[in-house]
Antibody
């Protein structure tokens, strides 16, 4: 059974940084299609970033230049480094994965809340 | 980056058929990228309902089906049940190899 567990969220001031982690079991992060998806309170899903199995990374325009996705193969963990945070980054952040590139996102974590506020 | 457009809400009575549209462009759905559909119940993570236009994961009833035509895709739900009340999202990719979600559609079972 695949489990994805996010951590690292919390309350942060505008302009600050946070690092989210997604610990995987039952799935090898380095061989999977991994994404971060967020959902602002009461709003819809918004794709944030992905890393293809070969390692290429892509970002939504809203976070490009501020967020960095990476894989820690030794820890089987996906991370999202979030810098220069803004109020509009406030959301529940999900780690989500699929079995191949552009696969349906079959595996989701429970989500971790990030609140950007002074 | 692309935008996929869904109606904000749809509704139907139990037993009826409803459809949810997902309109894209020649840069995403029209470019031949797969469309996946997700169901999100309140307070839970999304779940795959349809993948690759019209494939259902095991456990998803055949009341749910997907289709695609040109730059649009649709999700159809027949024999509507109270438990189908949820938010539904389409998802695809675009020629910049980024992913994109539709804005979501809230289904109300009357």
């Amino acid at each position: 059974e695949v489990q994805l567990v996010e951590s690292g969220g919390g309350l942060i001031q505008p302009g600050g940084s946070l690092r989210l982690s997604c610990a995987a079991s039952g799935l090898t992060v380095s061989h999977s299609f991994m994404n971060w998806v967020r959902q602002a309170p009461g709003k819809g899903l918004e794709w944030v970033s992905l890393v293809y199995t070969a390692g290429s990374r892509y970002y939504a325009d809203s976070v490009k230049g501020r967020f960095t996705i990476s894989r820690d193969n030794g820890k089987n963990t996906l991370t999202l480094q979030m810098d220069s945070l803004r109020a509009e980054d406030t959301a529940l952040y999900y780690c989500a994965g699929g079995d191949y590139d552009r696969a349906p996102l079959d595996y989701w974590g429970q989500g971790i809340l990030v609140t950007v506020s002074s | 980056q692309s935008v996929l457009t869904q109606p904000p809400s749809v509704s139907g009575a139990p037993g009826q058929r409803v459809t949810i549209s997902c309109t894209g462009s020649s840069s995403d759905i029209g470019a031949g990228f797969d469309v996946h559909w997700y169901q999100q119940l309140p307070g839970t993570a999304p779940k795959v309902l349809i993948y690759g236009f019209n494939n259902r994961p095991s456990g998803v009833p055949d009341r749910f089906s997907g289709s695609k035509s040109g730059t649009s895709a649709s999700l159809a739900i027949t024999g509507l049940q109270a438990e189908d009340e949820a938010d539904y999202y389409c998802q695809s990719y675009d020629t910049s190899l980024s992913a994109v979600f539709g804005g979501g559609t809230k289904l109300t079972v009357l």
